[in-house]
């Protein structure tokens, strides 16, 4: 399974160094009107299993789960809940530093309960899906819910704020002051390179990402989300999946980093273009992990379930599986959206686009 990556990663040569980790995260982050004066009232999250908090395990037949054990060992009470992490993971880091009492929970399980759903889907909800991508027919084998269909999704919720407050300028008020966080692209790289005859040459993939992702940002503006938070596809290359599988020997595969970085660039300069306020930028963190390479659960050719092996020294490891980060290393990436300046982050850092003191 690759049901997506993680947002950090590393070139040191020597795995087994006690070594200064770069972590190299590729964020664009943009506000496309003001920013937010207060922290945002509602936040909508989209993507992959980098923000997934356990949408799959309401799709019967989803084979892109992680609601089993050894995943959330170290969440409350050791429970797995569908994240793919040992603990807490980007959503919720970014949650936290929101000083949201919780992540946003999934739209699925929400959907649940129809008298809490009217007030809850006014504080947010999380649409992310291990697996999915940006084109319709990333993770369709494993019945990941696509950015398309989990946008269909927001756009019903948008309807049900309409039926609550009555009008479409009070939705579109509430609307404006909530934060879009989205995370996606990996899964349709690795699908695409994976192939081994993909159906489309790399110019005509890397074209057709593009204009899919450039109109899902705008279908997303144009059913009223004005303040963004755009996390572009790290350097995949580098997973433990990626060093075994595609390469064999260890060294991070480079077609796969290449497509990335080339994919993070242009989503920088299309929402630049598309807001003109957007840079792409690079946040490097000297962060010691013992371990960059291995997975902690699992390795690089097998999951993480409860009859893998797994380390106890968690907080070192950067990748918990063979493709996700570590609670630890999510933190980390949350604390950097939030924290860091520019030209680290631009144009702005999440405490600044957001109005919120850490
Ligand atoms: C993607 O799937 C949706 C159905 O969920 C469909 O409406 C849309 O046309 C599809 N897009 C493409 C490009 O095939
Ligand atoms: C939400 O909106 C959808 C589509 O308009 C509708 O089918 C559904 O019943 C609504 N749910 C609630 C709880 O109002
Ligand atoms: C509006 O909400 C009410 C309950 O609050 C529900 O019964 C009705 O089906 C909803 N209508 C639409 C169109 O969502
Ligand atoms: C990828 O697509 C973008 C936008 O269409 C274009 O600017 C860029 O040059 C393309 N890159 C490659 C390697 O084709
Ligand atoms: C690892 O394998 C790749 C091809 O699969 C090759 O290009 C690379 O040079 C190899 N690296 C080492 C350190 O052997
Ligand atoms: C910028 O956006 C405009 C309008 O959406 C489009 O016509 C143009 O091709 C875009 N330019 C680039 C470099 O993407
Ligand atoms: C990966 O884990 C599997 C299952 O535990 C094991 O059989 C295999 O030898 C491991 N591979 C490596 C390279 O450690
Ligand atoms: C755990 O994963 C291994 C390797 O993929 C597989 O052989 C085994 O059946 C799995 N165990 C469970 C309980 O799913
Ligand atoms: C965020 O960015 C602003 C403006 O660039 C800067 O003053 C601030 O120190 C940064 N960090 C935090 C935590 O706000």
Redesign the pocket.
């Known amino acids: 399974m690759f049901d997506s990556v993680l947002n950090s990663h590393c070139h040191m040569a020597n795995r087994y160094d006690s070594c200064f980790l770069c972590v190299f995260m590729s964020i664009a982050v943009t506000s496309l009107l003001l920013c937010a004066e207060a922290p945002p009232a509602a936040v909508y999250i989209f993507g992959d299993s980098t923000l997934d908090v356990g949408t799959n395990d309401f799709i019967p037949g989803c084979l892109a789960r992680a609601d089993f054990y050894f995943n959330g060992i170290d969440f409350p009470h050791s429970k797995p809940t569908g994240r793919f992490s040992n603990g807490l993971n980007t959503a919720d880091q970014i949650a936290v530093l929101l000083g949201l009492t919780k992540s946003p929970p999934p739209f699925l399980y929400l959907l649940n309960d129809p008298s809490t759903f009217q007030e809850n889907i006014l504080q947010g909800a999380n649409f992310a899906s291990g697996g999915s991508g940006i084109l319709n027919h990333t993770g369709q084998v494993k019945m990941a819910i696509s950015l398309e269909d989990q946008i269909k999704q927001f756009s019903t919720v948008r309807s049900n704020i309409t039926n609550k407050t009555g009008n479409e300028e009070a939705t579109g008020r509430i609307l404006s002051k909530a934060f879009f966080l989205i995370s996606i692209g990996s899964n349709d790289i690795l699908e695409y390179l994976l192939n081994p005859a993909p159906p489309m040459s790399v110019l005509e993939f890397n074209a057709t990402l593009l204009s899919t992702y450039a109109y899902h940002i705008k279908t997303l503006y144009e059913l009223g989300a004005r303040t963004f938070g755009v996390l572009t596809v790290p350097p995949i290359g580098c997973t433990p999946f990626a060093r075994a599988v595609f390469t064999g020997n260890d060294s991070c595969f480079k077609p796969a980093q290449e497509l990335a970085a080339e994919f993070s660039l242009n989503v920088a300069i299309l929402l630049d273009n598309f807001s003109s306020q957007v840079q792409d930028m690079n946040i490097r963190w000297q962060i010691r992990f013992k371990n960059i390479a291995a997975a902690c659960c699992g390795n690089g050719t097998y999951d993480c379930n409860q009859t893998a092996s797994f380390c106890s020294n968690r907080d070192e490891y950067l990748f918990w599986d063979r493709f996700h980060p570590t609670q630890r290393a999510s933190e980390l990436a949350a604390l950097t959206l ?5 030209p680290l ?1 631009a144009p ?2 999440f ?2 686009l957001l109005g919120v ?2």
């Open positions: 939030f924290g860091a300046s520019e982050v702005m850092n405490s600044r003191n850490l």
